[in-house]
T-cell receptor, first 114, second 113 residues
């Protein structure tokens, strides 16, 4: 699975958009970009994923560059409860030995302040 | 509600003892996983199972064992051979097939005393 690079920490004001970047320059054609977040001592929570098109759901938007080498997770109106560690992961959506082997890096600690 | 249930949330183990962490899911997912997380670190895969009665080692399987006798259950045993078992353990499941999202339980803290 491709490796990802994220900034170690970011701040955001409550009510503003939080834009979390992720570099995945070695991503291959069949690898999806996934975002999870984890609040201390809880299990990671799925946010969104995409292959090459931009995606939006009730939690966030995912913007993937045309060359797919980077992406941005957007939380449109951040709240205090969005303070968490955000993980960007890329993996192939296929069976075989890579099935389920998500590789989590250090992630980005997002702090939303009043 | 459907989900993944891990128990216990907190567990203390004496050195030399085996302990078993429970993971149950009612999502009808085929695949289940165990991850280990150390403080301030990412998740590392211990074991995973794609189907009942079958499982594969992950990246850090030494000192751990699993079983998959039922689709909904995937217990993890931390054996005395695991030299540094104190960690946060996460169970996850995956729908398999066309599905591609992995869902996680709330985790279990294991401390060796």
């Amino acid at each position: 699975d491709a490796k990802t690079t994220q900034p170690p920490s970011m701040d955001c004001a409550e009510g503003r958009a939080a834009n979390l970047p992720c570099n995945h320059s070695t991503i291959s054609g069949n690898e999806y970009v996934y975002w999870y977040r984890q609040i201390h001592s809880q299990g990671p929570q799925y946010i969104i994923h995409g292959l090459k098109n931009n995606e939006t759901n009730e939690m966030a938007s995912l913007i993937i560059t045309e060359d797919r080498k980077s992406s941005t997770l957007i939380l449109p109106h951040a709240t205090l409860r969005d303070t968490a560690v955000y993980y960007c992961i890329v993996r192939a959506n296929a069976g075989g030995t890579s099935y389920g082997k998500l590789t989590f890096g250090q992630g980005t600690i997002l702090t939303v302040h009043p | 509600d459907g989900g993944i249930t891990q128990s216990p949330k907190y567990l203390f183990r004496k050195e030399g003892q085996n302990v078993t962490l429970s993971c149950e899911q009612n999502l009808n997912h085929d695949a289940m996983y165990w991850y280990r997380q150390d403080p301030g670190q990412g998740l590392r895969l211990i074991y995973y199972s794609q189907i009942v009665n079958d499982f594969q080692k992950g990246d850090i399987a030494e000192g751990y064992s699993v079983s998959r006798e039922k689709k909904e259950s995937f217990p993890l045993t931390v054996t005395s051979a695991q030299k540094n078992p104190t960690a946060f353990y996460l169970c996850a499941s995956h729908i398999g097939g066309a599905g591609n999202t992995i869902y996680f339980g709330e985790g279990s803290w294991l401390t060796v005393v």
